[in-house]
């Protein structure tokens, strides 16, 4: 004969299950740095688009000539020292995230994938993570050629350092590069 199982046995199978489950999506907007909410803007920006061109420039270097003058173009143009930044809670689940006028998205910060475009229209995978005390970004072209990598590190010193990586298929090197903002206003 078959018994039913007692309240008590039910209560603590329910606590297992609950202890076991993953957090809410919520708590994830909850991992985002305080330090890195706000509006950013960039210091220095003649030494930020150097230091941009000088990480262009390691990735094109063994390029051939014609090649590289058309990678360095399109890399100056799609890898912009952004001139402000936003980062914007948006409810408990969601983070607006605004490179100057390049792109604005809004998604969980928990790494599920949103489609965005980029400013040739190709269709790119975005992903928001907090990862060591960063807010991390991955963006990823669908036929997974190139990947970015945004990390925003806010630093004690009250500035924001957004770390740039470009992988690509077609070049020898990544392109890397630091760019440093302070609070607007």
Known sequence: MHRAPAFGSLL???ALVALAAPPPAAS??????DAAIGTWVLQNAGRATRRRDAGIEHCVEEVFALGRNIARRRLRSGMPAHAR???ER??????RLEMSDAYRVVQPVNGTPKRITDKWGSPIDSRLRVRGGALVQTLRTTDGESLITHRLEPRDDGTLVLSVRLAN??????VT??????RAG
């Open 12 to 14: 603590a199978l329910g």
């Open 28 to 33: 994830q907007n909850a991992n985002v740095p």
């Open 85 to 87: 930044l936003v980062v």
């Open 90 to 95: 948006r409810g408990t689940r969601e983070l």
């Open 169 to 174: 298929d077609q070049l020898d090197r990544d």
């Open 177 to 182: 590069f630091r760019l440093v903002y302070r």
